[in-house]
């Protein structure tokens, strides 16, 4: 790419801060801007004319546990990087680990993979009720919550952890629960003990996600994790308003 | 409306360490930035992530604002969008299109439905210049460039929904970004 061409120039940055400038091209485009006074004044001047569209997008208030997360990274845990935060729960301890530890580890990783596996034998056939995934080995530190959570009648699962020690609870989502994504969700929610349903937030529709678990929410001695579907973004008002899809019991791993 | 003076005060405290200041700023800002990141990212699990980023990085980088940079909103309004657009190419590598058989458009300040974004983007006010330049686009330029604006769709996106050859769109979105510098001028 021939970048002194001041016409190539313009394009690039138009389209770099449009969006439609992608992977390699973007990045090298990042390093040129950082290194170029004229390019970056072109970017400057597309971002300031393209920031008129802005005032289209609709305010939309985020939930709290994001500002809970804000301020453990920024604030009290400050020495802990973003990175080693989302650090996968098994990740710490694979050096030395007991076999079943890594054994749990592999699941929890490889377990988009196995899902997958298990679904592809699955298809066609009845599908079973709720299981509970269990490691049968003690240990001295707190493990997570597990549960598996299957839908009757439905192509998709979702393998849920709770850490609520490490405040994280890990998702991963095999098949596809057929919502319409544009305006439905489908929400995770804890039983505390009084029975009141706890958000723990949105199901990923695929793959893995890390969701922080939610400031003030606790695991009962015997939870029962539930999800139901909701309006695109998640319950308006903190408690299921959709019909509950399922409810599960979740079993520390002890 | 948000207060731009205010802001610049609070993002001023912000860069001296003033978390009390940045608390204040998330409160006024950050609906802004997460509808922001709803619209384009589509999903609350990954725009709660870039929103946190965001902050995260506001926090850090706050002392980098200057009011040459434009108005508070704005500037973080343009973090949020570059992240958002990092993040979905991390996220949704391949083509996924959202389904939107019943019309129904998430995160858009008219909820009227039955009106598509385009059209939305044209309606109202304060967009000026800009507005008046997009006007004067083909019709397929302004879409494409509306569509990658708030959408973040890739050209291979655009394509697909445009239901056009990936040529044709890389064009309409170039011819449309040269015609609007034209209009727009310096």
Redo the contacts between chains.
């Keep these: 790419m021939k970048y002194q061409d001041a016409t190539v120039k313009?394009?690039l940055a138009?389209?770099y801060v449009?969006?439609?400038l992608?992977?390699r091209a973007r990045r090298r485009f990042e390093r040129l801007a950082r290194e170029r006074a004229d390019v970056q004044a072109e970017v400057?001047?597309w971002?300031?004319?393209?920031?008129?569209?802005?005032?289209?997008?609709?305010?939309?208030?985020?939930?709290a546990?994001?500002?809970a997360?804000?301020e453990r990274?920024?604030?009290v845990d400050k020495v802990v990087s973003?990175d080693s935060w989302r650090a996968p729960a098994a990740e710490a301890s694979t050096a030395r680990s007991p076999r079943w530890l890594q054994a749990w580890a592999g699941m929890a990783t490889a377990a988009s993979v196995v899902l997958s596996f298990a679904l592809y034998r699955e298809v066609n056939r009845p599908l079973p009720p709720p299981q509970l995934v269990r490691v049968e080995v003690p240990v001295a530190q707190p493990l997570p919550y597990v549960a598996m959570l299957h839908p009757q009648g439905v192509d998709a699962e979702w393998l849920v952890t709770v850490s609520p020690e490490r405040k994280l609870i890990r998702v991963s989502a095999s098949g596809k629960y057929p919502i319409?994504?544009?305006?439905e969700?489908l929400e995770l929610w804890v039983l505390g003990e009084d029975g009141k349903p706890r958000s723990l937030?949105?199901l990923?529709?695929d793959?893995s996600?890390d969701?922080p678990m939610p400031r003030g929410v606790s695991m009962p001695k015997d939870p029962t994790l539930a999800v139901s579907k909701e309006p695109?973004?998640?319950s308006p008002t903190g408690a299921p308003t959709g019909p509950v899809i399922l409810a599960t019991p979740a079993q520390r791993v002890s | 409306m948000v207060d731009a003076q205010q802001l610049v005060r609070l993002l001023q405290a912000t860069a001296g360490g003033d978390q009390k200041a940045f608390a204040e700023l998330y409160t006024a800002s950050s609906s802004h930035l997460f509808g922001l990141l709803l619209r384009i990212l589509k999903r609350r699990d990954w725009a709660e992530e870039a929103l946190q980023d965001c902050y995260v990085k506001i926090w850090q980088k706050a002392d980098t604002y200057a009011p040459d940079k434009g108005a508070p909103l704005t500037w973080m309004m343009t973090v949020a969008r570059y992240r958002a657009l990092d993040l979905l190419r991390v996220k949704r590598p391949e083509v996924e299109m959202p389904e939107d058989e019943d019309g129904v458009e998430i995160g858009f300040a008219d909820e009227s439905s039955g009106i598509d974004p385009e059209a939305r983007a044209m309606e109202g006010e304060g967009l000026g210049r800009l507005e008046g330049c997009l006007e004067g686009l083909q019709e397929e330029q302004r879409k494409s460039v509306l569509l990658a604006y708030y959408e973040g769709y890739t050209h291979q996106e655009l394509a697909s929904v445009l239901d056009a050859p990936l040529g044709t769109v890389k064009s309409w979105v170039r011819r449309g970004l040269q015609r609007l510098r034209e209009c727009l001028g310096e």
């Design positions: 313009r394009m138009a389209e449009l969006g439609t992608h992977g400057r001047y971002e300031d004319r393209l920031a008129r569209l802005q005032h289209r997008f609709k305010p939309v208030t985020p939930r546990v994001v500002w997360a804000i990274e920024i604030g973003l319409n994504r544009s305006s969700c937030g949105v990923p529709n793959g996600s969701l695109i973004g998640g």
